[in-house]
């Protein structure tokens, strides 16, 4: 279930919304006049979140070069970059 707080608790309870931020390694919403306004995270889990998408954005890649044909086998890719190495 995620943690909503009011907007005062940034400026009131910033150390117990870090600790809550760390221990679950979730967001922690903030509301503004009742409404929605941020979502608060660790570096940690901000990096965790960055690193998925930007695994998700090379899987697509991936996925669409396969499907345009426009791949080679592993043996063949890992041969070019020993090649490289030596070099």
């Known amino acids: ?6 907007s005062s608790d940034l400026r ?5 919304i ?3 931020c ?21 570096i940690e889990t901000y990096e965790k979140l960055v690193g998925k998408f930007e ?3 090379l899987l697509d890649e991936g996925m669409e070069a396969a499907q345009k044909h ?8 890992l041969s070019d970059i020993e090649k ?4």
């Open 22 to 42: 760390h221990k679950y390694d979730e967001p922690v919403y903030i509301t503004k006049n009742g409404q929605g306004d941020l979502a608060v995270m660790s």
């Open 55 to 57: 695994l998700y954005k």
């Open 18 to 20: 870090s600790e809550i």
């Open 1 to 6: 279930m995620p943690t909503i707080r009011p």
């Open 84 to 87: 490289g190495i030596q070099e």
């Open 12 to 16: 009131n309870k910033y150390n117990e």
């Open 70 to 77: 426009k791949v080679r086998p592993f043996r063949d890719a």
